[in-house]
């Protein structure tokens, strides 16, 4: 590991933006700068346009944190802000500027920005790479992202899908480091506390869906799987905005004549209210159809709630079935045998302990860690 201070910059969301991403990357700049490093933050003006964000709000109203240095200069409609941002860059030498990819939407906009840092033959472009090829294709998706994965130096991935599809584009080098977990969100609370914040009833348990409700993400399979387990004392609770039509949801809940058995909180959540719906849950559900990883696993780790997956992209790299969780099939029969069998006996109990050791593995530092060795190897 190098000993020098490294001038680090970061390219990406970042407060005001909401979400897992803005959270990665704040999360990181705090460790580095924890080690003694120069970091500041350079986040976007627009992040997406009106019309291509199917959500309320792309940013939250809470105070900037004072603890970091955040500039919005990037919008990644506008290329006159990626020249700026690029040439400023180059001039200053930053030893690495860090980019987070996950969507080949971003890739004019990064691509450029990176190509214009490394003419000074010093800054090192390292992306830390959630997603390749997209959940929700586009014609134009290979050619963004040959566009901007060839302008990287080197890449940190955390599924090995994403690796394999990373190899199609470019032969720079790429180290695996996992999605660290997210503690930001503070410790679990009681749970008959959480279900009274929440406005829940304690005495019933619940199988809990969180995040941002996509097609890719199966809950239709999950409410289908639900239909068939269904009894007395037991919900589902479905906690996320929707990103795809609420209706047809909707209309299929009524359909499964599951009214009453789904408590939905489509909203999204902020920071400060996720440890209740962790700390309430008994266990969670992801469904995917598709995936390569996934930040809500790394909050259950956090709160120590047994998850089930199914076996799609890098979900079952994370989950140990039978340990933390299981893993199913991505099937309605499936996810119904996996919910049985998770609630069966002390099962929740023993995956809640199991958690507390397995994720020593999901470490912040580690990740930091690997994005500076990959630094020292491409200054060799």
Known sequence: MTARRLKIAIVGPAHPYRGGLASIMETMAREYQARGYEVRILTFTLQYPSLLFPGKSQTVTTPAPEDLHIERRVSTINPFTWW?????LCRMQPDIVLMKYWTPFMAPCFGS???????????????????????????TDKMF?????????????????????????????????????????????????????????????????????????????????????????YKLLVVGEFYASRDKYIELIEHLELKDDVVLHDFFVPDEDVRYYFSAADCVVLPYKTATQSGVTQICYNFSTPVIVTRVGGLAEIVPDGRVGFVAEPSVEGVREAIERIFE?????????????????????????????????LTE
Request: glycine letters at 6%; one cysteine or more.
């Open 84 to 88: 700026s941002v690029g040439r400023e």
């Open 113 to 139: 920005i990176a190509r214009l840092a490394r003419r000074n033959k010093h800054t090192k472009v390292i992306c830390q790479i959630d997603n390749v090829e997209p959940h929700e294709h586009h014609i």
């Open 145 to 233: 992202n040959r566009y901007y994965l060839r302008s990287v130096d080197g890449f940190v991935y955390m599924s090995e899908q994403v690796y394999g599809e990373l190899k199609a584009y470019t032969s720079a080098p790429a180290r695996f480091s996992p999605h660290p977990m997210f503690e930001h969100f503070g410790d679990r609370v009681e749970r008959t506390e959480a279900c009274r914040k929440l406005g829940i009833d304690p005495a019933q348990r619940y199988a809990m869906f969180f995040g941002l409700i996509r097609d890719y993400k199966g809950l239709d399979t999950l409410l289908e799987a639900w239909s068939k387990f269904r009894r007395e004392g």
């Open 345 to 377: 006996g002390d099962t929740i109990e023993q995956f809640g302990r199991n958690m507390l050791e397995e994720r020593k593995r999901f470490s912040w530092a580690t990740m930091c860690d690997t994005i500076e060795s990959l630094y020292d190897e």
